[in-house]
């Protein structure tokens, strides 16, 4: 089994801004994936994946002309399920089957 965590945190400067609204976006985003292997038998072989990424930007579209009140918060993610199961005839040759769900 293995597991990866990353964080990511971006704040990007806007200029021309009135000095009584925001000047700035930022960008946060979290990534997890989770891999587990098992080896059934000695021809037989299952992965298992698992894939997290919620996302966050606030004040998406502030310009020197959009106020913060008129931006955007944006809020999305995406998740993935990824099972993979493969089957080994000889040291030559074997079957693959991957089964993914996406969202």
Not at 61 to 89: K, M, W
Request: hydrophobic share 35%; no cysteine.
């Amino acid at each position: 089994m293995s597991q990866s965590v990353g964080f990511r945190f971006e704040r990007e400067r806007v200029f021309d801004t009135p000095d009584d609204r925001g000047d700035h976006t930022i960008t946060q985003q979290w990534q997890s994936l989770t891999q587990f292997d098992w080896a059934m038998n000695e021809k037989n072989d299952m992965r298992f994946m698992l894939l997290g990424t919620p996302d966050n930007q606030s004040g998406a579209g502030l310009s020197g002309l959009t106020p913060i009140e008129a931006t955007s918060e944006l809020d999305h993610s995406t998740l993935a399920l990824v099972v993979n199961q493969q089957h080994r005839f000889d040291e030559r040759s074997f079957f693959d089957t991957t089964l993914q769900f996406h969202r």
